[in-house]
């Protein structure tokens, strides 16, 4: 990965050297880099101060290529993840509150109002149409995936 075009007289910020950094933690947990080189590309990129320096660091190294199971942010394998934890929630919570409710109505032995209802019921509701219209609101507002940092 090389930065954007530029000119390489201009000041590199903190994300500038971040990102350039996560490119070096992905190559090394690739096997493109060994500890030694590693750890020098890393000190030189927090040394440096504009992005002509900052360039050199990762110009031998390919375009980054996300690791098995690794998740790229913003792509539909996390927002699947974020929904099924999401789901998993609801569910251990109004499992909780069914489980409280029927110690409730067999202790005074007579069924009680099903309260569980106002906590499953909006609280599902919601959870389902972000799972059904989620990925069409996405689209709407134009964003489609990760978005390319410019510098």
Do not use: K
Not at 80 to 90: C, K, M, N, P, Q
Not at 116 to 143: I, K, S, Y
């Amino acid at each position: 990965m090389s930065l954007q075009p530029g000119d390489p007289r201009l000041r590199a910020s903190d994300a500038d050297r971040e990102a350039v950094a996560e490119l070096l933690r992905e190559a090394h947990a690739q096997g493109r880099l060994t500890v030694e080189e590693f750890q020098e590309r890393l000190d030189a990129t927090f040394a440096s101060r504009t992005h002509g320096e900052l360039v050199p660091i990762t110009e031998d190294l390919p375009v980054a290529e996300p690791r098995p199971g690794a998740a790229v942010e913003g792509t539909d394998d996390e927002d699947d993840g974020s929904l099924r934890v999401a789901w998993g929630i609801w569910a251990t919570a109004v499992l909780i509150n069914l489980v409280i409710w029927g110690i409730a109505s067999a202790s005074s032995g007579e069924w009680i109002y099903f309260w569980p209802a106002w906590v499953a019921g909006p609280w599902g509701a919601v959870l389902l149409v972000r799972t059904l219209f989620g990925e069409r609101d996405r689209d709407d507002r134009g964003d489609d995936g990760p978005r390319q940092v410019e510098s």
